[in-house]
């Protein structure tokens, strides 16, 4: 994929990502879904935001409704850490409930 592009894909992802309000999550597929490419893709952009970014990241979840492990190490549990912050709650298995978590985007 050209640079351009795939700079206007990433771009794209994080305005729909900054959308989700605190106490809320999306996943990796519905953002994908919605700007058409894979859910990979949004993995591969969620990880490519520089250190200190204003994109909420820890609000994209996989379609389990758990934290995805990290490659880098301590990742997930600062991204479960900053969920519980906002007010989310997992069971016993590590797992929120989307039903009551989960962002319904509009339009």
Known sequence: ?????FSL???TIYD????VPPGYVTTY???AQRVGCTARTVGFAMAALPHGSNVPWQRVINSQGKV?????GDGNILQRNLLEIEGIQFDQKAQ???DRYGWIFLK
């Not at 994929?1 to 592009?5: A, I, L, V």
């Not at 729909?16 to 959308?19: A, T």
């Open 1 to 5: 994929m050209p640079r351009k592009k």
């Open 96 to 98: 929120l409930n989307l």
């Open 16 to 19: 729909l990502v900054r959308k």
């Open 29 to 31: 597929g519905q953002i």
């Open 68 to 72: 995805s492990p990290r490659t880098d």
């Open 9 to 11: 894909l990433y771009s």
